[in-house]
């Protein structure tokens, strides 16, 4: 039961995030669209691709250490996980609840329910990813982390030697 509460933290903690970042206007978010409908923003001088891009890295790298470092505390600390194999099992079930979320939750729930989302000037260029497109990609990050969770267990043990 910890561990369904631990994770619906984790996903409002991601959640949060991107809605600070989107603020009121997906322009704000414009690298999370697809990369056809940045270019259609940029040709229609809605938006600079290179700008939009940059943008992207930006809140990217302050939002990836966020979640990662959460992630960490809450393996290390409030579950007090010291072993290697838990910490990876652990890890990698958070990883994968994020990945799904952010899938059905905001791509496939809020993105197409949400004014939010619709950026003026851009009215009849698609921007809401297929249900397709979503599970192979939300597919692919399932076995890249894989990988993540092996960095952040490792992180855990070294805590737990501390």
């Known amino acids: 039961m910890l ?3 631990q994770m619906a933290l984790y996903c409002l903690l991601f959640i949060g995030l991107v809605k600070c970042a989107v603020k009121d206007n997906g322009l704000n978010v414009l690298y999370f669209y697809p990369k056809e409908y940045i270019e259609e923003a940029h040709k229609r001088g809605i938006a600079d ?21 959460a992630l960490i505390l809450i393996i290390a600390f409030w579950n007090h996980v010291t072993d290697f194999k ?7 079930l958070f990883l994968v609840v994020m990945n799904w979320f ?18 003026e000037g851009m009215e009849g260029v698609p921007y809401i990813k297929s249900w397709k497109t979503v599970l192979v990609k939300r597919t ?14 490792g992180i855990v043990v070294l805590i737990g030697k501390i």
């Open 86 to 92: 838990t910490a990876y099992i652990q890890a990698y």
């Open 102 to 119: 952010d899938g059905i939750v905001l791509d496939r729930v809020w993105v197409v329910h949400s004014k939010i989302w619709r950026i």
């Open 49 to 69: 691709k290179d700008a939009t891009m940059k943008k992207g890295k930006r809140f990217m790298t302050p939002f990836l250490i966020i979640i990662f470092v």
């Open 140 to 153: 692919a990050a399932m076995v890249l982390y894989l990988v993540v969770a092996l960095v952040i267990a």
């Open 3 to 5: 561990m369904l509460l």
